[in-house]
């Protein structure tokens, strides 16, 4: 018994030439993409870099107590539309995200009815965050109206840039 035949032939000539043609025109189509910039055309998210500062236990006018300071001293201008800032209480493990009001030109986080303020806000002195944007130099003031963060915790403060879903900034700061 002959496990192989001489007159039958295992795979045809045309199939062989057809799959070259097919990698060949995937190949072509690779490469064009990236001549002519379709490849490029991905967003990146932008470079931050933030310094984060313990504010003195402190109330400010609306009867708030400041948290902490962040200030953007390097990397690019941050348009706030753009932006959730996060911050995570690690004794717990409780999350805030703070999101753009471009009405009050400042991030916020749940409003509460009985207070009638938000909750957790984030916002700048004189023009800053007024143009929307966070500019390198510019100090974000990170309050808390009631006492959800108690002072001698360790805070996770994260900058998340909405189009790309990357986090451009994440650091710790010790609230006293």
């Not at 539309?81 to 004794?91: C, P």
């Amino acid at each position: 018994m002959k496990l192989f035949r001489k007159d039958k032939k295992g795979v045809s000539p045309v199939i062989g030439v057809i799959l070259m043609v097919a990698i060949t025109v995937i190949l072509a189509a690779v490469i064009a993409s990236f001549v002519f910039g379709m490849g490029s055309k991905v967003k990146s998210a932008p470079q931050a870099q933030f310094m984060l500062e313990d504010a003195p236990q402190s109330v400010n006018s609306s009867g708030s107590s400041i948290l902490f300071y962040a200030t953007l001293y390097g990397g690019e201008d941050l348009k706030c539309n753009d932006l959730k800032l996060q911050v995570v209480d690690t004794s717990n493990g409780k999350s805030y995200l703070l999101t753009w009001n471009s009405s009050i030109d400042c991030f916020v986080y749940n409003w509460n009815k009985t207070l009638g303020k938000y909750e957790m806000y984030a916002y700048g002195d004189g023009n800053v965050l007024k143009d929307g944007i966070i500019n390198v130099g510019d100090m974000i003031k990170i309050n808390q109206t009631r006492p959800l963060i108690s002072s001698g915790t360790t805070i996770e403060f994260r900058v998340i840039h909405i189009p790309t879903g990357t986090v451009i900034y994440d650091g710790r700061v010790l609230v006293n």
